[in-house]
């Protein structure tokens, strides 16, 4: 049976029966899932100067600023600045402010008792 035909029956596309075929032809199992390896989206150079950015004290760094200053994906920059160990400020303050309230309720139930 021609895959054009397999493909007007079933309603799947036939590109989709062609890459089938081969890969049966070939040995690979169609059912599972083949994912390939990425490379990464920033290059060393530019991951460094993008650490460099967040260490200089100097200047207030945020994301949007180093997706403009050095042309990647905002998704690429999250991905660095969390594998890196970098975190959003909004967490910080979140955090610290979980802290202080801890602390409030420690005091309140310290001096009532």
């Not at 303050?93 to 802290?99: A, D, G, M, S, T």
Request: proline residues 4%; glycine residues 2%.
């Amino acid at each position: 049976m021609k895959p054009s035909h397999i493909s007007k029956i079933t309603g799947i596309p036939l590109r989709t029966i062609q890459d089938w075929i081969f890969k049966i032809e070939n040995d690979i199992d169609i059912f599972s899932h083949q994912t390939k390896n990425f490379t990464p989206k920033i290059d060393e150079q530019t991951t460094k100067c993008i650490l460099k950015d967040l260490k200089d004290p100097t200047n207030q760094t945020s994301t949007r600023k180093l997706v403009a200053k050095y042309d990647v994906s905002h998704t690429a920059v999250r991905n660095l600045l969390i594998q890196k160990g970098f975190h959003s400020s909004s967490r910080l303050k979140r955090i610290e402010f979980l802290q202080l309230k801890k602390k409030k309720i420690e005091y309140y139930i310290a001096k009532i008792c």
